[in-house]
C-alpha cells in the first residue's frame, strides 16, 4: 500500500513567520500536486510537480520535488492569516490513480 | 476553466434511503472521475476510479454494492450510496481528469468538484 505522510500534522503559527510542510514516501510517484483545502469545500490545486529535484514558486510558497521522486516539501515565506487551511499533498500512482497525503492543518494568527 | 461541480452541495436523508451524488466536469470532456471520502480534519480517501462507458474500479475495503459509481457521458458521474446509514455520514468529493486534448485540460491533471455533505439520520 503505497503512503503519503505529511508533517506536521499541525501548525499554529505567528503571522509573518515561515514554515515547511513535509511530505514522505517509500514509493516513487510520477508526479505530486499540492492543494489547499478549506472547510466545507473541495481541494484546489497550488502545483505540480513532475521532474526530480524540480523547484516550483508560487508568490511567497516554494515547492520542491524529491530527487528520487519520493518526497516533496512546500515551504511559505512571511505566512499570512489567508495562508490558514488544510495542506494535501497527493502522488500519481501509476498513470491515473493520485494517493493523497495524511494532511497538514496550518492556522496562521494575525 | 476546468470547473468541475457537484450537486446536491449538501443532503439530510433517513437510514435505509438511497442518496444519489452527481459530479459534472462543465468546461472539459473528463476522461476520468475519481470519488473521494473525507472525514472530518482528516485526509481524503480515494474510493473508486470512474471512466466514461467502464465500470468502476473500487479502492480495497469500499463495497461496490453500496457505492454505486456511473459515468454514462464525459461530463457527468454518478456516485449513489444505497441504503444509507448514520456511519455513511461523511464529505463526499469527486474530481475530474482531462484527456489531454490539445486546448484542453492537460493530462494527469485533476480538478475538484465543492464536495457534497451527506447526513444520514
Known amino acids: 500500500t503505497q503512503l503519503l505522510e505529511q508533517s506536521p500534522q499541525f501548525l499554529s503559527i505567528q503571522e509573518g513567520e515561515n514554515l515547511t510542510v513535509y511530505c514522505n514516501s517509500s514509493s516513487v510517484f510520477s508526479s505530486l500536486q499540492w492543494y489547499r483545502q478549506e472547510p466545507g469545500e473541495g481541494p484546489v490545486l497550488l502545483v505540480t510537480?513532475?521532474?526530480?529535484?524540480e523547484v516550483k514558486k508560487l508568490k511567497r510558497l516554494t515547492f520542491q520535488f524529491g530527487d528520487a521522486r519520493k518526497d516533496s516539501s512546500l515551504h511559505i515565506t512571511a505566512a499570512q492569516p489567508g495562508d490558514t487551511g488544510l495542506y494535501l499533498c497527493?502522488?500519481?500512482?501509476?498513470?491515473?490513480?493520485?494517493?493523497f497525503g495524511t494532511g497538514t492543518r496550518l492556522k496562521v494568527l494575525a | 476553466g476546468a470547473v468541475v461541480s457537484q450537486h446536491p452541495s449538501w443532503v439530510i436523508c433517513k437510514s435505509g434511503t438511497s442518496v444519489k451524488i452527481e459530479c459534472r466536469s462543465l468546461d472539459f470532456q473528463a476522461t476520468t472521475m475519481f470519488w473521494y471520502r473525507q472525514f472530518p480534519k482528516q485526509s481524503l480517501m480515494l474510493m473508486a476510479t470512474s471512466n466514461e462507458g467502464s465500470k468502476a474500479t473500487y479502492e480495497q475495503g469500499v463495497e461496490k454494492d453500496k457505492f454505486l459509481i456511473n459515468h454514462a457521458s464525459l461530463t457527468l458521474s454518478t456516485l449513489t450510496v444505497t441504503s444509507a446509514h448514520p456511519e455513511d455520514s461523511s464529505f463526499y468529493i469527486c474530481?475530474?481528469?482531462?484527456?489531454?486534448?490539445?486546448?484542453?485540460?492537460?493530462?494527469?491533471?485533476?480538478?475538484f468538484g465543492p464536495g457534497t455533505r451527506l447526513t444520514v439520520l
Open positions: 497527493a502522488g500519481l500512482s501509476g498513470t491515473y490513480k493520485y494517493i
Open positions: 510537480v513532475v521532474t526530480g529535484g
Open positions: 474530481s475530474a481528469r482531462g484527456g489531454g486534448l490539445a486546448g484542453q485540460i492537460p493530462y494527469n491533471e485533476q480538478f
